[in-house]
């Protein structure tokens, strides 16, 4: 007799425990973190300080999350994730007694913001790794959805930081928070019954130093995603769409402090409508989060919906600053549900294509590669908008993005698609 096992439903023990981590600490990280800015720039009254305080938080992400990812392949990714928030509450926690008591250095803090960008960048790719395994078969796309719902949620309420620090007088409190936050959320990681087996995989060490067998599973797994025609095709076409919707977003709010006259209908300062229109973003992908929950696509449609996604959002990036205000928003909301599709079906794809013994390599690698381009888009844009005007700028990073779509996901269409055509 043949008995098939029944499917398993999304909520298993393993994907509520996950879930619930993620929020608690999400919650944690929006408290703190805007106002951790504000806080800089209100001690050292400098925009320099500030925009240095912040790039250091990306700084490590250039290169942690490739040199963790051979390492996460013959360890225990559960146990990283837990010891790492357990480190980040610890600190936390002590930063806001040094605050508490009167302490202040910038350089210590830049320390803290580089240290606190290491451990995100690791944690990120340990969690990404991790995350499929959780996961019961058939339903990632839909874990996915929840994912991405969870964090769009918090980001819109990153005003709630602002309003906290104002409130408070300061970030001790916040930073206390976070720490317990982080403390609960390593406490439910730590109750994940997942056996992990991705490290009896790894080759043996056959005698071989440590750095020796390093940089040859680092090899292993460059060789890997080059091997692998459609991971590479996705891969590189991620580094530029980084690179091109990171520097034309970053146009977004110069756009609007230096042009006014062009808000003038409009009842509140330029900045603040800014922010209001820009949230559309956000409620548009957690609106695109709950579609995706509760429809899936058709297994062979996934490359085309993708390939649509991937031009559509080019073209907003280079023709948003040209709308009125009311259209602004709309299409602000239409690209927050098209950028939840495109990270759904790729994440979910890639995700579940990869092997359990080389994902932390690709995730690490993916990391490394599209922070380059969003850091490389962000700058690019700076230096390029003090001599352009900001709307001309945007159209360029956006004829960029289109064409990386067409080189290396249409021309590549055959191996991205056996990649995106599943069901997952």
């Known amino acids: 007799m043949n008995m098939k096992k029944p499917a398993q439903g999304l909520w298993t023990w393993d994907f509520t425990i996950i879930t619930l981590g993620s929020v608690v600490s999400l919650i944690g990280g929006v408290l703190s973190s805007f106002a951790m800015s504000i806080m800089v720039l209100d001690y050292t009254g400098s925009v320099f300080f500030y925009a240095l305080f912040n790039a250091a938080y990306q700084v490590p992400m250039l290169a942690c999350p490739i040199l963790a990812g051979p390492y996460l392949d013959r360890m225990s990714r559960k146990r990283v994730i837990c010891r790492l928030d357990f480190l980040s509450a610890g600190l936390f926690g002590g930063l806001a007694l040094l605050l508490g008591a009167g302490w202040f250095s910038f350089p210590a803090l830049l320390c803290f913001n580089l240290l606190r960008g290491a451990i995100d960048s690791v944690y990120m790719v340990a969690y990404d790794s991790l995350y499929p395994n959780l996961v019961a078969e058939h339903n990632l796309s839909k874990a996915y959805s929840i994912s991405g719902m969870i964090q769009s949620m918090m980001l819109m ?136 929950y509760r429809f899936k696509l058709p297994a062979e449609k996934k490359f085309a919906v993708a390939m649509t996604v991937y031009v559509l959002v080019n073209l907003i990036d280079g023709t948003i600053l040209f709308l009125p205000v009311p259209a602004m928003a709309a299409v602000f909301f239409l690209y927050g549900m098209l950028g939840v599709t495109s990270y759904n079906i790729r994440i979910a794809a890639t995700q579940s294509y990869l092997p359990d013994q080389k994902r932390a390599r690709f995730n690490g690698a993916f990391q490394m590669l599209t922070a380059l381009g969003s850091l490389s888009g962000t700058l690019l844009a700076g230096v390029m908008a003090e001599a352009l005007p900001e709307r001309g700028v945007a159209a360029l990073f956006s004829a960029v993005g289109l064409a990386a779509a067409w080189l290396f996901v249409f021309r590549n269409r055959r191996e991205v698609a056996a990649i995106y055509n599943r069901e997952v």
């Open 157 to 292: 309420a990153y005003p709630l930081g602002a309003m906290a620090y104002d409130l408070l007088g300061g970030v001790e409190p916040l930073f206390a928070v976070n720490g317990v936050c982080f403390l609960t959320a390593a406490c439910f990681e730590a109750r994940i019954r997942h056996v992990e087996t991705h490290m009896d995989s790894a080759p043996p060490a056959d005698g071989v130093g440590a750095l020796k067998r390093f940089r040859q599973d680092l090899r292993d797994g460059v060789d890997y995603i080059a091997g692998e025609k459609g991971l590479l095709a996705i891969t590189l076409y991620f580094m530029f769409s980084y690179f091109a919707g990171n520097g034309a977003g970053q146009l977004h709010l110069p756009f609007f402090r230096n042009n006014p006259e062009l808000f003038a209908a409009w009842p509140v300062a330029a900045v603040t409508l800014y922010t209001i229109v820009s949230t559309f973003s956000e409620a548009g992908r957690v609106a695109g989060g709950f579609v995706h």
